[in-house]
């Protein structure tokens, strides 16, 4: 049996309190439970002790992106 792990693939800390769908499960609702499609994740319940992110709320729908630190605002000039 393998030993669920609790840290966060997103941002690579331990302490996570959630699981997160990779693939959106509005993209792909054949895969909401389908174990390869989750992975441990901090959420806004269980926030990154170390980065104090919600990593799950900062990827959104983005399948497998890593949360940006700044949404963009404009354009680089």
């Given amino acids: 049996m393998l030993a669920a792990s609790t840290v966060c693939y997103l941002c690579g800390h331990p302490g996570s309190g959630a699981v997160d769908h990779v693939i959106s499960r509005k993209l792909r609702p054949d895969l909401a439970l389908e174990p ?12 990154c002790p ?28």
């Fill in 36 to 47: 390869t499609n989750l992975r441990p994740v901090h959420g806004s319940l269980s926030r």
């Fill in 50 to 77: 170390i980065c104090r992110r919600a990593c799950n709320e900062a990827k959104g729908d983005r399948p497998g992106l890593p949360p940006r630190e700044q949404p963009r605002q404009s354009r680089p000039w």
